[in-house]
């Protein structure tokens, strides 16, 4: 089979790695990829969202099957393009898509069929929203409605924190035409989970549970980023918190999207609060979350491949999806001054013995075949134990063979995992 993975960053990674594992893949084309995916496939100079670029080189080169892993192409609508032109894909329609496309529908969707979720509202006139924060307390969240590079939510702290926000998004255009829409929305309170979910539209299959750790800095403090680092599974994710989920949150959201006339296939991601009043919705993303991805699938032990083409083809229900008892680290190697301004070029060091577990996000390569820095988020160190405290100890030791100038990363990835486990 020749295989298309739309993206290029360290979830793609993840997921080109684990697809390699199937023998019937014979080829993978990485569009865009990255200077570390060209050692485990083909890439290819196309952006994630050149959609006409990417449907005629999948024709062209006659491409079995297409993973669209990162939000933009799916909010766009390229599954669409390449179902119409025959080729099969793991992801949701453009109609589906919306659900992380647009906060103001998913919260819509959550009020209209009782999926618990933080109280809101919903604005497209400023001067509405900053009357609406004189009657409100902090902290409280401001969201832009549209994508935003996972960056587009900000925590105010003080109702002028929460003005200063409304005004950033909707008068200045910092997230452009994302901001046009606003969400306010309660201040919710508990420890945060992600899960991901295989779903063909019909049967839901969680993935194992992981935590992300958004802030720049050690201690969750400093500026949102796209993710420093995750663990899996979640200690706070307990067999009584799955239950209640599946029950009050992921079928409904499921059923809610048929109702809806989109029928969602492919990767739904949950991002949820545990609250003192249960498990609530802070957002949903239509892909693999990053660098989630980089944690749950080094230990599934199904294979990829097969599980995708189920939710493709309508086949989850039969379908084994098994992951290891074990625990898993990463650990993200960022461009020092990320997420703001940082330098580029840098040349990356990486011992050969592990190469296989390290994820690149953000380096390409150079005339000499000499992997350099090019991205905020580098790469991520992943290492898998029996225990908790022994999969971050391996990782921090990945870490420790892996150099380039300029490099920052975390010192506390998984800290708060370890206290709850206690």
């Given amino acids: 089979?020749?295989?298309?993975?739309?993206?290029?960053?360290?979830?793609?990674?993840?997921?080109?790695?684990?697809?390699?594992?199937?023998?019937?893949?014979?080829?993978?084309?990485?569009?865009?990829?990255?200077?570390?995916?060209?050692?485990?496939?083909?890439?290819?100079?196309?952006?994630?969202?050149?959609?006409?670029?990417?449907?005629?080189?999948?024709?062209?080169?006659?491409?079995?099957?297409?993973?669209?892993?990162?939000?933009?192409?799916?909010?766009?609508?390229?599954?669409?393009?390449?179902?119409?032109?025959?080729?099969?894909?793991?992801?949701?329609?453009?109609?589906?898509?919306?659900?992380?496309?647009s906060k103001a529908f998913s919260k819509d969707l959550m009020k209209k069929y009782n999926i618990p979720t933080a109280k809101y509202e919903v604005f497209s006139d400023e001067k509405k929203a900053l009357e609406y924060l004189d009657t409100q307390k902090a902290p409280i969240v401001v969201k832009a409605d549209g994508l935003a590079l996972g960056k587009g939510?900000?925590?105010?702290?003080?109702?002028?924190?929460?003005?200063?926000?409304?005004?950033?998004?909707?008068?200045?255009?910092?997230?452009?035409?994302s901001g046009d829409n606003i969400v306010i929305e309660e201040f919710l309170e508990g420890p945060e989970v992600s899960v991901l979910a295989f779903t063909d539209g019909k049967v839901v299959k969680p993935m194992i549970s992981s935590m992300d750790h958004k802030r720049a800095k050690d201690f969750d403090e400093g500026l949102?980023?796209?993710?420093?680092?995750t663990i899996a599974p979640n200690p706070y994710y307990t067999k009584d918190i799955a239950s209640i989920c599946m029950e009050k949150i992921f079928l409904p959201t499921i059923d809610a999207m048929n109702k809806e006339g989109r029928t969602f296939k492919g990767c739904l991601y949950f991002g949820l609060m545990i609250t003192k009043d249960g498990p609530k919705v802070i957002e949903y993303n239509c892909r693999f979350g990053d660098p989630e991805t980089q944690v749950v699938l080094p230990l599934l032990e199904s294979d990829l491949l097969t599980i995708m083409k189920a939710t493709t083809y309508g086949t989850l229900e039969n379908t084994e999806v098994k992951f290891s008892n074990k625990?898993?680290?990463?650990?993200?190697?960022?461009?020092?001054?990320?997420?703001?301004?940082?330098?580029?070029?840098?040349?990356?060091?990486?011992?050969?013995?592990?190469?296989?577990?390290?994820?690149?996000?953000?380096?390409?390569?150079?005339?000499?075949?000499?992997?350099?820095?090019?991205?905020?988020?580098?790469?991520?160190?992943?290492?898998?134990?029996?225990?908790?405290?022994g999969a971050i100890s391996k990782a921090y030791k990945l870490v420790d063979k892996i150099h380039f100038d300029n490099a920052y990363y975390r010192k506390d990835i998984g800290a708060r995992a370890l206290k709850a486990e206690v």
């Fill in 224 to 229: 949102n980023t796209g993710g420093m680092g």
């Fill in 153 to 177: 939510v900000i925590i105010a702290q003080t109702i002028k924190e929460a003005k200063d926000a409304v005004k950033s998004m909707m008068e200045d255009k910092i997230f452009g035409k």
């Fill in 327 to 389: 625990s898993a680290c990463c650990v993200v190697m960022a461009s020092n001054g990320y997420p703001l301004h940082y330098e580029k070029g840098f040349k990356i060091d990486i011992a050969n013995d592990i190469l296989d577990k390290v994820y690149v996000a953000g380096a390409t390569l150079n005339d000499k075949g000499e992997l350099l820095t090019s991205g905020g988020r580098v790469l991520g160190a992943v290492d898998i134990d029996d225990t908790l405290k």
């Fill in 1 to 101: 089979m020749k295989l298309l993975v739309v993206g290029g960053g360290g979830r793609e990674h993840a997921i080109i790695k684990a697809l390699k594992k199937n023998k019937d893949v014979e080829e993978i084309f990485a569009l865009p990829g990255n200077g570390g995916i060209a050692k485990d496939a083909t890439c290819v100079n196309i952006g994630a969202k050149d959609l006409d670029k990417i449907v005629a080189f999948a024709k062209e080169n006659k491409i079995d099957y297409a993973v669209v892993a990162p939000d933009d192409p799916l909010v766009l609508g390229l599954v669409d393009l390449l179902n119409k032109e025959g080729i099969d894909c793991f992801g949701p329609t453009k109609a589906a898509a919306i659900i992380e496309g």
